[in-house]
């Protein structure tokens, strides 16, 4: 059976080809851009004393210039990389934290002075938003032991996630029950 489709399919491949080679054949063209002119040929251009003396030719100007970019690098000191690590030994207790270990986290014991936990950050985020008033922006950072102009772009530009539940308007909508 696949002979005969493959019969059939070759005799519509090879109807009346020769009618449309030449209908093909007789079709216009479309025309190829015009090349741009040029007085040199691009084969024989090393050959032309102008072009050669300027790839050659030092330009002072350029040379110049590279010399005013070089840049010279160096190793720092060792007192300058001390004092570093000086700064980061100065940690502080964590002031709040997850009890036990729920998410498979190493429990951290303290940061450094000026960084703060995530869940210490929620936990400021969150009483800042609920008593402004007992919670200001100088009681966060002595609190934390922070940066006064970092508490007050964090408590200004973080906002801790909030979820609202918004009671149906009717008794006779459907509701999921908590388990």
């Known amino acids: 059976m696949s002979k005969m489709g493959a019969r059939f399919a070759r005799l519509f491949k090879n109807f009346n080809i020769e009618n449309r080679a030449h209908r093909e054949i007789g079709k ?3 025309q190829t851009a015009p090349r741009h002119p040029t007085h040199i040929d691009p084969i024989h251009s090393t050959q032309v004393p102008e072009i050669s003396d300027a790839i050659h030719k030092k330009n002072d100007p350029l040379l110049v210039f590279l010399k005013s970019v070089y840049v010279e690098s160096k190793d720092p000191t060792l007192k300058a990389s ?8 100065v940690r502080r207790p964590l002031v709040y934290s997850l009890p036990e270990d729920p998410y498979g986290i190493v429990e951290i014991t303290d940061v450094p002075k000026g960084k703060l936990s995530i869940v210490e950050a929620l936990k400021a985020l969150s009483n800042h938003k ?9 009681k966060v950072a002595q609190e934390y032991s922070l940066d006064l102009k970092d508490t007050k772009a ?7 996630f909030e979820v609202k ?5 009717t008794q006779d909508a459907k509701q999921i029950k908590d388990t």
């Open 28 to 30: 216009a063209k479309p």
């Open 82 to 89: 001390k004092e570093v690590t000086e700064e980061e030994e």
């Open 130 to 138: 609920n008593a402004p008033q007992t919670w200001t922006v100088d």
């Open 154 to 160: 964090l408590l200004e530009h973080f906002i801790p």
């Open 165 to 169: 539940v918004i009671p149906p308007k």
